[in-house]
């Protein structure tokens, strides 16, 4: 990119699945380093737990992310997609003979791992696009499926074009029954071609290396005096900083509160920091597709590089702001320095993402009830098919003990509404002991609805001296959203604090 270019960069926040955004908007040939930190086929749904104003967890998490893989008929069409891809590039004919046994021999053996894996080949193959000629892509996982990525990388990216196999290890207090504690991750490095931007990185040496070089001379640098040798000592000065090699024990998990952002996965600053020095310099473009609290961007802001950072989960979005903010107060400003793209401002792009055509059945739907709840600052059901009818809640303090009061949401996307859908709020309300019913909906609603909801009457709030009231059941609509409008709620309702 030219220098003059460069300057103009505009960083980049999207919101999205990463296989979409990539091939929507991110030109071929542009980003210098890729680090990619995906779910790890740990089967299991991460919650991300919220702590709210006072402290005190909500009884209830907001999904993060799914990392539990089910080959379903769309991962089966997605499967077969993938290895049409495959056979219409002469580069990856013989991958695609792979892919092709592979499939068969996993399909009954060992589905779930290849609906994994074809989740992550479609993304790594367009990624490689994505890089420069000098780039490099570095993909954390852990040895759950590390060793199936490393054979699609040697696929996609050519085995030539492998560098590294980064192993960071950490100390943890957990100690199984059945096996060694399981104390490292997988960091694997492919260059895009053959020659790739390396700058080498220097480390501390051991104690027990400072030891043995324990004279200081007076400028400062370290010698040993070498045993008699011919009736000679010589003195051996030791090298300045050691090449740092591809064990990396000296960079501990995320401890420090202040560098916490309350995200399961969030990997230490330190870590990216390195991985940025050792192959990109000031002004280079690093992205990451799966970028979840956003250390990726945090590191190469600070380091002074341009940063893509994509997610899936709205919620990652808002928490990346909110680091960018506070750690950056002067320096990063949103329309100047940095845009987010893909969250919906207008009700053209609300029905959008309503109607986004997906790999998954109704992930638009689900998209935008996540959208729905965090306008409304309300915390999304951890169930994809809802808990019993509510997609999120709210939650109040009651009285002066604390008692935690709720607000349950139901969000509709429905071209049309119908009183019904009130009435089985109203039931829904009532079957949960909640105290409040919120109904956020894209089309307009009927009197009728208007008049059902009326009817449920009025909560009480009874707190110190406020005795306030509210209506039971609240409706509002997308477009009111847009506008600015919320719930009328208690004041003393829970917000988020990441
Ligand atoms: C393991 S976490 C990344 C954590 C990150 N390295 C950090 O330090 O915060 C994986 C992230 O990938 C996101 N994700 C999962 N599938 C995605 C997809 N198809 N497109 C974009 N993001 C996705 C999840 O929402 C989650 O935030």
């Known amino acids: ?72 008929e769309d991962k089966l069409d997605e499967v077969q997609e993938f290895a049409n891809e495959l056979e219409t590039e002469d580069d990856n004919a013989y991958f695609a003979d792979f892919w092709n046994a592979w499939v068969k021999a996993l399909k009954y053996q060992n589905p779930k791992i290849l609906a994994y894996l074809v989740f992550m080949a479609r993304r790594l193959r367009v990624m490689r696009y994505k890089l420069k000629d000098t780039g490099s892509l570095f993909l954390h996982c852990d040895p759950t499926a590390s060793h199936y990525i490393k054979i699609i990388l040697d696929g996609i990216f050519g085995h030539k074009n492998f560098r590294n196999e980064i192993v960071w290890s950490y100390s943890g ?38 030891k043995r070089y324990n004279h200081i001379d007076d400028e400062g640098r370290r010698y040993k005096i070498s045993a008699l ?21 000296d960079i501990p998990i995320v401890r420090k509160k202040s560098e916490r952002m309350g995200y399961p996965t969030q990997k230490p600053s330190e870590l990216l920091e390195r991985i940025i020095k050792a192959t990109t310099k000031k002004g280079d473009i690093v992205m990451d597709p799966f970028c979840g609290c956003g250390t990726t961007l945090d590191a190469a ?130 079957n949960n002991k909640a105290d409040m019913a919120g109904f956020i909906c894209y089309a307009d609603p009927t009197q009728d609805m208007l008049n059902e909801a009326r009817k449920a009457g009025y909560f009480k709030l009874q707190y110190n001296m406020f005795n306030t009231e509210y209506k039971k059941v609240q409706i509002l609509t997308v477009e009111e959203i847009l506008n600015g409008k919320d719930f009328e709620l208690p004041f003393t309702r829970l917000l988020k604090k990441s």
């Open 173 to 210: 207090n957990s100690v199984p029954k059945n096996f060694f504690p399981r104390k490292h991750d997988i960091i694997l490095w492919y260059s895009k071609k053959d020659k790739c931007n390396f700058y080498p990185i220097y480390v501390d040496y051991a104690e027990s290396t400072l």
């Open 301 to 430: 802001q600070k380091l002074n590089r341009k940063w893509i950072g994509i997610d899936i989960c709205m919620l990652s979005v808002s928490l990346i702001e909110k680091r960018l903010k506070d750690n950056y107060p002067l320096v990063i400003m949103k329309g100047r320095d940095y845009t987010i793209d893909g969250i919906p401002v207008t009700m053209e792009q609300v029905k959008e993402l309503i109607h986004k055509e997906d790999t998954s059945k109704n992930e638009g739907r689900y998209q935008f009830q996540y959208w729905a709840i965090e306008k409304v600052n309300g915390f999304a059901s951890t169930k994809k098919s809802g808990d019993g009818g509510i997609d999120g809640s709210i939650y109040f303090y009651k009285d002066e003990k604390k008692t935690l009061g709720r607000m349950i949401l139901s969000v509709k996307s429905n071209k049309s509404v119908t009183v019904s859908m009130i009435r089985d709020l109203i039931g829904t309300m009532e």
């Open 1 to 72: 990119m030219p220098a003059d270019q460069k300057n103009n960069y505009v960083n980049k926040l999207f919101y999205g699945d990463n296989l979409d955004v990539m091939n929507e908007k991110i030109p071929n040939n542009s980003i210098d380093l890729i680090y990619l930190d995906p779910p790890f086929n740990s089967n299991r749904n991460y919650n991300m737990i919220y702590t709210t104003n006072t402290g005190q967890p909500v009884p209830e998490g907001a999904i993060a992310f799914c990392d539990a893989w089910e080959l379903t």
């Open 229 to 249: 040798k011919n009736g000679i000592q010589e003195i051996v000065y030791m090298k300045e900083g050691k090449p740092c090699t591809d064990v990396w024990n």
